[in-house]
């Protein structure tokens, strides 16, 4: 007779789910920042760069709280959004739209987290695990800070200069 599947068996699959996504975006970022050709961008991933080291390891404390082994499951959703910000950077290499694209691509998978993040820090919420649940709601208010900043930076200037650019 199969086990009934329960909020915490999601919470846990989703959890492993979210852990590989950010070693990919680890993995991801440095190569993001060196095809980035504005200086504030460049910036900005490896900023974010440092602060997905510390993603990971708040998902690591996370797993010690419900008892578990911190580890990864394929996230097809992650690898998917990862090789089409990969086709873009050589797509657009050298062309003025490339940090715009850059932008999108980033921006694609802050999403991806903040839509992971904030399903488990309700779930966690609801399971009681109340440890949990604020160091994913710290995680989720840097990713949705980030895709702000980069909102700000692709309007300020990124997206202008790729228009200017092409134009000229």
Known sequence: MTKTKTLHDLFH?????IYFAEKKI???????AKAAQHRELKA??????????DHVARLEQVFTEIDAK????????????????QEMMKEYKGSPALDAGLISAAQAVEHYEIG???TLATWADE???????QLLKETLAEEEETDKSLTELAEASV???AHLEAAE
């Open 116 to 118: 992971r993040y904030g």
């Open 13 to 17: 699959h989703t959890l492993k789910d």
């Open 44 to 53: 900005a991933f490896d900023k974010h760069h440092a602060q997905t080291e």
């Open 127 to 133: 399971l009681g695990m109340t440890k949990a649940a």
């Open 70 to 85: 911190p580890q990864g499951k394929t996230c097809d959703a992650i690898l998917g959004i990862i090789a089409e910000g």
């Open 26 to 32: 680890l993995a991801a970022l440095p190569k993001m």
């Open 159 to 161: 997206n202008q200069e």
